[in-house]
Every structure is written in C-alpha cells, then in structure tokens.
C-alpha cells in the first residue's frame, strides 16, 4: 500500500500544478472531476506497467465496488488471489524457459542424455553397474559435489555429503541411480526435479532455479 500511496501523492501534486498551470480551466467540468481524471491517469500508467493485458472494465468494477463498500472480496483475499497467480505464472515462465535452455543443451553437446523429468546429464566416468537401477529408499550414498546454476554462481562446493538415497533431491535421484558407484557425472536438474518453487533458504537457492551438479559417487551402500 505504501508504493501506490506514494503514486496518489503524485497524482495529487501533478493535478495541483496543472490546475493552476491552466489557470482554473479543466479538462472536464469540475475541478474535483480533473483532479479525478488526472488520478485515473496516474492509476493507468502504474496498471500498464504491471500489466497491459488487464481487463479495465474489471478494475473500474472493482473501484465503484469499493466506493459502495459492496467489495466481491476482501483485501487479504484479493491479495492471495493475487500472490498465487503470480506465482503460478513466474514458474511457468521459468519451466518453459528451463525446457528450451536444456533441449539446446542437448543438442550442442551430444555426450548430454535427458531423462523423462527433463534432467540433462552426461556420465564422465561410469560407474559400478552391477545393482544400476535398483536403488531403494534405505540406501545410503557419499558423494563429492558442488553446485552451481546457470549464472556460474556456486552453492555448495566439493563438499562431501552422506545421506539417505530417499533425501537426496528428486533430480540427483535419478542419475545417482544411474551412473553407480564410483562415478563421477555432470546434470543440470530443473527446479521442478531440484528445490521447486520453495527454494533452499539455507544455501541460499531461491524458488525456480535450474541447478547444475557436479559430482562424484564415493560410496553407495545398500540396504
């Protein structure tokens, strides 16, 4: 609220002085009625920039309910409306931009293979093949890893860590499953396959980020 108090505070100067530029001659009939159209004017502008597809017809609707105090939502509903459709619409952008940036990949690099999920990988050393496939949750892995996204801006790196096959991310799954122990891999995980929309606070990964890892299987121990 306090951004488009700040745009009213202009309206209200930038109607101000245009008024007394014009020397009391409005644009409509009434100075209040100018000094409306001049806010509306403002209002306009900051509703183009936010979005040029908006339905006026629904945000004038949206005014006049307000003025007769016989609102269709309330504020804090309209605002969750609003935070969830824009969430939905910033992870389909990143999804479809993440599909095109690996199937390019893919295709200038030949040694990337891709999985159903859309992770984009290539085996730099392959590894134990005798259990390749058969991995269950209770499986544990140590690994030396470092990540990165497509920036070059690292997370994690050479760290090694052990843990449950069932922890690790979705992504990293399904290529430790792949290449067995003993190898060492290069992937790039979309968000969906890595930390998604909720991101990784600790390491600092936020919501919608692509991932590439590095890594080398030092052990898998079977359960």
């Known amino acids: 609220m306090m951004k488009y108090t700040k745009y009213i505070a202009v309206a209200l100067l930038f109607g101000a002085m245009f008024m007394a530029c014009n020397k009391g001659k409005n644009v409509l009939s009434t100075n209040s009625d100018t000094l409306a159209y001049v806010i509306g004017l403002n209002m306009g ?13 629904a945000v004038c609707e949206a005014i006049r309910d307000t003025y007769k105090d016989s609102q269709k939502m309330t504020l804090e509903e309209g605002r969750n409306f609003y935070l969830a459709e824009k969430t939905y619409f910033v992870h389909e952008k990143a999804k479809a931009y993440q599909e095109q940036y690996l199937t390019d990949l893919s295709k200038r690099d030949r040694k990337y293979a891709r999985t159903r999920s859309g992770v984009t990988y290539k085996i730099l ?11 269950s949750s209770r499986d544990t892995v140590r690994i030396v890893y470092t990540i990165t996204d497509e ?3 690292e997370y994690v790196t050479n760290d090694t ?3 449950s096959y069932r922890n690790l991310v979705k ?53």
């Open 45 to 57: 502008a900051v509703l183009m920039e936010m979005d040029s597809t908006l339905n006026v017809e």
């Open 125 to 135: 050393r392959l590894g134990d093949q005798s259990h390749q496939g058969s991995m």
């Open 151 to 153: 920036s070059g801006r």
């Open 161 to 163: 860590l052990r843990d």
């Open 171 to 223: 992504g990293l799954q399904e290529i430790v499953k792949i290449a067995g122990k003993g190898a060492k891999f290069n992937a790039w995980l979309p968000s969906k396959t890595a930390y998604d929309v909720a991101g990784n606070k600790k390491l600092g990964i936020e919501a919608n980020t692509m991932l590439n890892y590095d890594v080398e299987i030092l052990d898998i121990k079977y359960r």
